[in-house]
């Protein structure tokens, strides 16, 4: 069985840092995408950063700049270095990843709240 754990949220002063981590474990046989989408109270969930296998990343306009997406293949993670947040950041912010067991399916995370105080 495949999961995705989060770690790293919490409360940070606006102008601050976080690093989200996000691990996938279980049986894979690949990974061929790794994101971060958030969702704030009343709003629909969105597409944070994106990173394919090929190494290709996209950013939602609001934190490009600020937010930096990576990966570390070897251990099935996935990170989102978040700079500069600011109140509009506050959501809970969920890991998804399409994995391969035998076919491709699509995992979330169970999500990290990140709380921007102004």
């Known amino acids: 069985q495949v999961r995705l754990v989060e770690s790293g949220g919490g409360l940070v002063q606006a102008g601050g840092s976080l690093r989200l981590s996000c691990t996938a474990s279980g049986i894979i046989s690949s990974i061929n995408f790794m994101g971060w989408f958030r969702q704030a109270p009343g709003k629909q969930r969105e597409l944070v950063a994106g990173l394919n296998e090929g190494g290709r990343t996209n950013y939602a306009d609001s934190v490009k700049g600020r937010f930096t997406i990576s990966r570390d293949s070897a251990k099935n993670t996935v990170y989102l270095q978040m700079n500069s947040l600011n109140p509009e950041d506050t959501a809970v912010y969920y890991c998804?990843?399409?994995?391969?067991?035998?076919?491709?399916?699509?995992?979330w995370g169970q999500g990290t709240q990140v709380t921007v105080s102004s």
């Open positions: 998804n990843a399409m994995i391969r067991v035998t076919t491709f399916s699509n995992y």
